[in-house]
């Protein structure tokens, strides 16, 4: 039996918000990318493979210089 992360969970929820607001959109591919790429974003993000802190923690180390 196969178990389902939040990652997937998070795709699937980013794609489906992503056709929900691009439905009969000129600009449908980009939209539903942009959702899919948000959604599997914060998924990596809820399991643990993307750590944001640093991130940010860089993005103000070079603010400082």
Do not use: E, P, Y
């Not at 699937?12 to 980009?30: D, Q, R, T």
């Not at 750590?51 to 210089?65: H, V």
């Amino acid at each position: 039996m196969s178990t389902v992360n939040a990652t997937t969970i998070c795709l699937i929820f980013g794609l489906s918000l992503g056709f929900a607001a691009a439905f009969g959109g000129i600009g449908a591919f980009a939209v539903v990318l942009i959702f899919g790429a948000l959604g599997l974003v914060i998924g990596r993000w809820l399991d643990g493979h993307v750590d944001l802190s640093g991130l940010i923690r860089s993005a103000q180390d070079r603010g400082r210089k």
